[in-house]
């Protein structure tokens, strides 16, 4: 190249490489922006059959037609694309990720997501990797590249992971779920070129650091409630572990092991609270281990995990229904016996509750009269209680037979339908 093409392609470069920063970057540029990163991109679009149609859709004074120009053309030129442009893009746009974490609203998990997205075929390239490698000075690092580059990527992100659990628990959040969901995400994204080795040994790579982060997070919130105890603690300091986990779950979602030991811990510590009646503190305990008592109980309905706690979560959700409005306690004894059909309490206090809504049928019974032309309620509805009653009753019988207030509402049924001269067993379906 002469001195006067060069000089002329400087010229172009000047007039590009802003544009096509912006265009890329997909909003106006800050002071730290350089277009002058991306003169080696551009050189390799230089190549490209459509350059001249892409630098006049830059140069367009338009910027609403700039844009729309450059977004037609921009997908074909990226399927024509070399390993090495891709290669740039990647850092790129894995730099300006980095550089959103800092600015509140920003999304750099989608900066870092498209970086990975341009990294997959250069990972993907043996020869452009033995190219590196031998620019670098170690060719024998070639065959082992595609990985090393892979962990380079990914260990700033767990390290941020675990550099954002203290003893105090979790920092903020928002920026650590970024990091979680490039460890998540990412293997697929990298790997999407088909090396399914490759994709192995990096999902393994951001599995370990998703489990340490988790573990660190569950070591924090064990310590936390290690010298609770729960008859003298404050509310707050029952909410405590809590609350780190509730920090954990909004980065990471609910993890299996953090639920169970809310779950275990919840319990253990209702026991002593419900047995002196401290409903104060005994709720504010609850509440703050439903999420994850709620997360168990449904793997536990789907067979999807939390085995062998069953009997746990259905003490929870017997301590849970005695705060809930009456009417509503029905249903978390039916959940509690779904959950763990063999639970006593849960027979216990399901029988119970239905057996009180027997009583108030028979009660309905019991207040009308046979005789229509008293105009109090007539036979018909009569019966439809008595029958409703029966129902009832018969369902605490196959619940739980030991309860100690059946035979004698049996006996109150049978006076009720000897009232109405209508056995028990003749009375027709109510409605």
Not at 366 to 383: H, R, V, Y
Request: glycine share 6%.
């Amino acid at each position: 190249m002469n001195r006067s093409t060069r000089a002329a392609w400087r010229l172009t470069e000047a007039a590009l490489l802003p544009p096509l920063m912006r265009q890329l970057k997909g909003e106006p540029l800050g002071p730290d922006d350089r277009p002058g990163q991306i003169a080696g991109l551009l050189q390799i679009l230089r190549l490209d059959p459509a350059f001249v149609d892409l630098a006049r859709a830059l140069l367009d004074p338009d910027p609403t037609a700039s844009r729309a120009r450059f977004s037609a053309q921009w997908p074909e030129a990226l399927k024509r694309l070399p390993t090495q442009g891709h290669h740039h893009l990647a850092l790129l746009n894995i730099r300006w990720g980095w550089d959103a974490l800092a600015q509140p609203g920003a999304n750099p998990a989608s900066l870092w997501e498209r970086g990975l997205r341009h990294l997959s075929p250069v990972l993907a390239d043996p020869a452009y990797l033995t190219e590196i490698a031998l620019a670098s000075g170690t060719p024998e690092s070639a065959d082992g590249l595609n990985l090393d580059l892979a962990e380079w990527i990914f260990e700033p992100h767990g390290q941020s992971l675990m550099d954002g659990v203290d003893d105090a628990g979790l920092g903020a959040t928002e920026g650590l779920s970024h990091h979680w969901r490039v460890l998540a995400e990412g293997p697929a994204l990298l790997c999407g070129h088909g090396d399914a080795l490759l994709r192995q040994q990096v999902e393994l790579i951001c599995g370990q650091w998703r489990r340490q982060f988790v573990d660190r997070a569950m070591a924090v919130a064990a310590e936390r409630a290690r010298p609770v105890e729960p008859t003298s603690a404050t509310p707050e300091e029952l909410a405590a572990p809590f609350k780190i986990l509730l920090d954990l779950k909004r980065v990471s979602g609910f993890d299996e092991h953090a639920s169970i030991w809310a779950l275990e811990t919840a319990v253990a510590w209702s026991w002593p609270l419900f047995n002196i009646k401290d409903t104060a503190r005994l709720q504010g305990l609850l509440d703050a281990a439903r999420p994850f008592v709620q997360h168990v109980e449904a793997l536990l309905l789907r067979g999807g995990g939390a085995f062998g706690r069953n009997s746990l979560c259905a003490d929870y959700l017997l301590f849970a229904a005695d705060f809930v409005p009456y009417e509503e306690q029905h249903a978390w004894f039916r959940r509690a016996l779904e959950v763990c059909p063999g639970h006593r309490n849960s027979r216990l206090m399901l029988s119970y509750n239905l057996l009180n809504k027997a009583r108030a049928e028979l009660v309905k019974a019991e207040s009308t009269s046979p005789l229509e032309e008293l105009g109090i309620l007539n036979a018909a509805q009569a019966i439809e209680a008595a029958r409703r009653a029966q129902t009832l009753l018969d369902e605490v019988e196959e619940i739980f037979p030991q309860n100690e207030r059946l035979p004698e509402t049996r006996e109150r049924l049978a006076r009720v339908c000897e009232k109405l001269k209508v056995p028990p067993s003749q009375a027709p379906p109510a409605g």
